[in-house]
């Protein structure tokens, strides 16, 4: 097959002014499939994941002059982009905005939408600086309905759109699950948007708005439960990691410390092959466990006989050992093991990000890539992360002809900077403190030399 | 009628289950023409709790009438080879491929993309399984915890003395449907200007794993590794019970720590050991009891519109499936369609995952009947007359 020489995205320009993970990680992947993407942050509004809860940790935890260049989630989110800092709470900052505005294709944005109006920077604005701009706009609750205004983030929405009430240990309180949850459907959300308004656009002759809720998202994803309720008055219900027909399935420990095997029968002849596998051939006879319905009858005394044999294996034995007889198993697999775990490592999903000398990041560092791989398109990370107001002068200067003393006149009134006047803190912990306090399972010191990048 | 983004596309759905005919019906509900292949048994989703009445009749599967809307369906048997010819035709004549077949089922059929494409070398292939393509656990049987232990994510849900827990529900059923739109949308672009089909492979596992960049990067910067949530220490991040029912709530957002103490109550709050993250953490079993004493008589919904509205606090609460059915933010965004089913009759479904009021997603026909559409399709897209759809049909192939 003949590769692509070109980039799909290739003389796309996307603004990317939002925070923390949706609309960055979207515009991010953007960026990976060719588009030329300029973040934009405020002087006392930097990105959230350039410091505080949402940022991740320093590299070898030192924080050097410009922590707020050198986060790990800022660094992964954001990589191959532009950075543009301009003050947009101040008129000539806005007019650098609106003419930016007005040689890009896309801009995605999570403003309020009291905010945009304000600053007269709403869609049917919009569209009048740049009527072929594809606007995508992410909020927690969307634009329009009764809650648009409320104020959201993943974690307490997560209760909110319908996954804590279905998520939790069996019989026990609703419980939150991962990272962000939601924030990750809003990306992708945001990413299909933007490429459905670019085709949109290229057939129609203008540009349109997406209004993406984060909300509306998280209840599409409990829909079988949603219809389950419309449908037969079914209640939620927290099955820990039951499933509602399938027995037995469940997460069980196995040798080596906090080390787990996550595994799930289907059906008989999966029932006989895991009885073949823990060397109790006779229990698939057994009447108590024969049938789906008995083995979910009597899950509690299955569990009992799955754990005492994974606790004589490790987990990747486990795995193989059920997988190679056909039973659906997976180890669970830590930050570390997804560094090292063979069938990742083939597909690559983790690419290396190089960083210029400068940054004093060390010459490169391993970061998500992406979950999808094109046959015709080999896509990779093209370039890290931007410090904190690299692009300025080449935005102005380059992409908007604004000439030197227009430059400097901005930079010298403090509306386009290149260090930020407010940053959220980063805890001075030691590594040792932060397992101490349970922020962290443990570290390994050595991580350099096991990754190969010492 | 507004311009559909996608109505000059047209897509073979060979997929089953949740998360490719997700992508798939992304698609139809944007415009495109959505053609449905099922086996002659019908799509596994069809199988699959729950059913409407907790009838499991095939076409009252709920899943199925969820990710199917919007399409036409043909019931073809591949194992014929002339249900295999009547693919290959039908391919020609489509831009986009959906399918999520074990790896390999469809190279030895001679159906997968290389064959494909020979004749339509624009064509789209976009295949979302459990593990991807190509690696070695691409093989691997799966179930969606097994997909959830495998990216990570379960080494970080849960208690860190128990077991790690999986979310509920699918989640990488919905999410590796809507990120497989992404991967299918930027190759229809690519084709777009660049002219070019090629085949998308896309891997649940791959795409939960995708979305922990505050835990993976963690290990490359440091070497550090998250665990699971310590019983104390984090007073709050948690869910904790009100009169009806259960709530969380979050410091940030547009409140101070006065509005949230006069918020929640008690007037110890106002104390200044509260005030700070730190003190907050220190403190977190007296800040516990206090904002259950301010909260233990008030109810879910009184303190999420108050929360909101009037502290603009970060504020969640539980809400059940039933809670969402009659969510009136909802039914403001246009997430439900009523749909007339001939079999289920009059139901209401979610259906818009956002909003786009210029090409907006729109409804066009419930879930397809089991080979409902043969007739219209084979005649429509490939000429058959009705003497060979007989012969065909006598012979099990549709």
Redesign the interface.
Known sequence: MIRMTKMPLKGIRVIDSSYVFAGPYATGLLGDLGAEVIKIEGPERPDFTRGGAFSGLLPDNEARSDPWNRMSTYNLVNRGKKSLVVDLARKEGREVLVDLLKVSDVIVENFTPRVMRGWGLDYPNMKLINPNIVMVSNTGYGRGGPYSNYPAQATTQEATHGLAAITGYRGGEPSKAGQSYVDFLAAWACASAALLGLRYRRRFGHGLWADIGMYQLGCYNVSDYILDSIANGAPGERIGNRHRQFAPQGCYRCAGGDAWCALSVRDDEEWGALCGVIGQPELARDQRFSTEVARRANHDAIDEIIARWTATVTKIEAMERLQAAGVPAGAVLDGRDLHFDPHLKARGLLEMVRFPEEREMGPCRPIIGRPWKFSAMPLTVRDPAPTFGRHNREVLHEILGYDESRCSALESAGIVVDKPRKIREVPDLSMDQRVAIGRLAYWDSDYKERLGIA | ML?A??D?VKVLDLSQGLAGPICAK?LAD?GADVVKVEPPGGDAARSM??H???DPHPEKS??F??ANLNKRGVRLNLDDPDGRELLRRMARASDIVVESFEPGYLAALGLD?AALSQENPGLIMISITP????????A?????????????????????E??????????SQ??GG??????V??????R???G????????L???I????????????????????R?PS??SY???QRCKDG?????T????EWSDIAEFFGPEALKEERFASVAGRVVHGEDLDRLVLEGTKDRTMQEL?RTA??KY??????????????R????E??D?FQEVDHPV?GR????F????????PAVYRRPAPLLGQHNTEVLGDMLGLDAGRMEALAARGVI
């Open positions: 311009p983004t996608l000059d992304i944007f709790a729950p409407f009445g907790n709920l899943i009438l969820l993309y593990f991807g393509q190509t690696g070695p656990y691409s691997y049987q799966s179930e969606e915890i097994v997909t959830y232990a495998l990216s990570g994510i379960m080494s970080i849900s849960g208690m860190a128990r077991e790690p827990l999986k979310h509920g529900g699918m989640q919905y999410e809507l990120s497989g739109a992404v991967a949308l930027a190759a229809l672009h690519a777009d200007v660049i070019e089909g090629q085949h998308v492979d896309v891997s596992h791959d795409v794993a995708s979305t922990l960049v505050i835990h993976q990067p963690m290990y490359g910067w440091v070497g550090a590794v998250q665990g699971r310590q220490g984090s991040g948690h869910v259960y709530f969380i709530w979050q940030g957002g547009g409140a999420f909101s509205e603009h606090m970060l504020f969640g609460v539980v809400q059940e499936p039933e809670d969402l059915a969510c009136p933010h909802l403001a965004r997430f289920i139901i209401k479904v979610p818009r995952l956002w909003s786009m009021p210029d090409a």
